[in-house]
């Protein structure tokens, strides 16, 4: 039997509103969670990009919240990014009218004065970023004393932009007997500090796609030193679709983004320095597909939600595991066909090692071969040599040429010269795999990884308990004490405890 919105406890009336949007069942993070958040506990929602999570909590919302005075908000829920919160605003917004409830967002890059006057008026769900909602509070605009619901999207993502101590800061200025609900693609040590102190006795819920569910995602490693790597990922671009194209910096992004519209791909990037307008337009060209091309920092790593996306192009490699997760997770969504192209120099190559043991993805490089890209399997990649052969000499890529003609075998190493011009077109890239001299032209940007120090004063939880669920698939728990990631039970079914304080 199906379990329906109206079983878990969402009212009737939002749930022929979902039936008018075409959702007619819920997702298992919905059904993990929703009795729960609906009842009033704390809660940790783990579930993988594009499972539900938004609604997750959304609806709980509508369907709870009080009605605030004048720049004084009943409900907060705070995003990393100025896209995550304009996705939250926008799924959020239909349920409250419903509840004849008012949303407003907050973030930076925006004219402040415009956020003055909205919270002049009545703001019952405040929708805000930490830097710009902190803004607000230092000028006496918002208070956060009458907050007694609060949601916290992309957690860890907060964590590893060093905005912890910022969120830590805003959740002791909320009201000490509060709901707070956090959900997160991944919760990992970096969020433990949150649970502890600033839930009570929260029930964990984890949600594991099922692997027919999962989409059909192929990781090909490719040999490309970075003076191969603009016509490369043309060609790439043109054969698969429309795709996400990764850089490190945001002078790169630009850069590369006026690189591939001079060989004739309708490009746009996306990046901090970037204007909200900028931005909102670039995303809404590329999901319509005006734009095949979105060149993006890892600001669109998360949160940014376009269907179809055929291909993600990581130009330069992602700064962590977790970078690669996120930004790979922008194509095969929703059990859909995907692809994720990694460009490596030889330089890189013994972090690409480490990231493939860790992801436990199959290790090595694949020979340089256009046509593995529209294969439904791939052949397994070649084992990588250190960066330095013996004798002092790196060791050069193997395998073919972009133009898919093999030469000397398919692999070669050592100092060997490529042939051929560079075609600006992206139709004839020079053969990768030489021994290149160039080095990076561009630098990462290290995300602040500020820890804060400060206690909580008046919202903190001393004593901090988590309950975690059984293992396989959807997992929940409830009853068990102690640290947060400790002791954990395994649930059997069976009838349900009472619940937890009520708001």
């Given at each position: ?131 710009r909602l902190e803004d607000l509070i230092d000028r006496r605009a918002i208070s956060l004393e009458d907050v007694d619901l609060v949601v916290l999207d992309e957690a860890d993502r907060m964590a590893d932009m060093g905005f912890l101590p910022v969120v830590k800061r ?70 698969a679709g429309q795709a996400i194209v990764f850089t490190r910096t945001k002078h790169g992004a630009d850069r590369l983004a006026k690189q591939l519209r001079q060989d004739g791909l309708e490009t746009a990037a996306i990046h901090g320095n970037r204007s909200q307008k ?226």
């Amino acid at each position: 039997m199906t379990t329906t919105f109206t079983d878990l406890g969402v009212s009737a009336e939002l749930a022929d509103l979902l039936a008018q949007q075409g959702i007619t069942a819920p997702f298992p993070i919905q059904q993990l969670t929703l009795v729960d958040a609906l009842e009033g506990r704390d809660l940790c929602g783990k579930a993988p990009t594009g499972s539900g999570k938004t609604l997750a909590f959304a609806l709980p919302v509508a369907m709870t919240v009080g009605r605030a005075q004048p720049g004084r908000p009943r409900a907060l829920l705070l995003a990393p990014t100025r896209e995550l919160a304009c996705q939250i605003r926008d799924v959020l917004v239909p349920l409250l009218q419903t509840t004849s409830r008012k949303a407003a967002i907050f973030y930076g890059g925006t004219n402040i004065n415009r956020d003055l006057q909205r919270l002049r008026g009545r703001v019952d769900v405040a929708v805000a970023t930490p830097g710009r909602l902190e803004d607000l509070i230092d000028r006496r605009a918002i208070s956060l004393e009458d907050v007694d619901l609060v949601v916290l999207d992309e957690a860890d993502r907060m964590a590893d932009m060093g905005f912890l101590p910022v969120v830590k800061r805003l959740l002791a200025q909320t009201r000490a007997d509060r709901q707070t609900l956090l959900f997160s693609a991944t919760l990992d040590g970096d969020i433990d500090v949150l649970v502890r102190h600033y839930q009570h006795n929260p029930v964990r819920h984890e949600f594991e796609a099922p692997e027919e569910d999962r989409g059909d995602v192929r990781h090909v490693f490719w040999p490309a030193e970075r003076h191969d790597r603009r016509a490369l990922t043309g060609q790439i671009v043109r054969r698969a679709g429309q795709a996400i194209v990764f850089t490190r910096t945001k002078h790169g992004a630009d850069r590369l983004a006026k690189q591939l519209r001079q060989d004739g791909l309708e490009t746009a990037a996306i990046h901090g320095n970037r204007s909200q307008k900028q931005r909102e337009s670039a995303l809404a060209r590329f999901s319509s597909g005006r734009v095949s091309t979105l060149v993006a920092t890892d600001v669109a790593a998360r949160g940014i939600h376009v269907d179809n996306v055929a291909a993600v192009v990581h130009y330069d490699q992602p700064g962590s595991d977790k970078d690669y997760i996120h930004r790979s997770g922008r194509t095969g969504r929703a059990g859909a066909r995907g692809l994720v192209v990694s460009l490596i120099s030889a330089e890189e190559s013994r972090d690409l090692h480490k990231l493939q043991r860790s992801l436990e993805l199959p290790q090595g490089l694949h020979d340089l071969d256009l046509e593995l890209l529209g294969r439904d399997e791939l052949p397994s990649p070649n084992a990588v040599a250190d960066d330095r052969s013996r004798g002092g000499k790196r060791s050069g890529h193997a395998g073919p040429r972009p133009d898919g003609n093999s030469r000397n075998g398919g692999r070669r190493s050592g100092r060997g010269k490529g042939q051929g011009g560079h075609d600006r077109q992206g139709s004839n890239a020079k053969a990768v795999g030489r021994n290149a001299k160039s080095r990076d032209d561009a630098r990462g940007q290290s995300d602040s990884r500020g820890q804060g120090s400060g206690r909580s004063h008046g919202g903190g939880n001393p004593k901090g308990n988590r309950h975690a669920g059984s293992k396989g698939g959807a997992t929940h728990g409830r009853g068990n004490q102690g640290r947060a990631g400790q002791n954990r039970g395994r649930a059997k079914g069976g009838a349900r405890p009472a619940s937890a304080r009520q708001r």
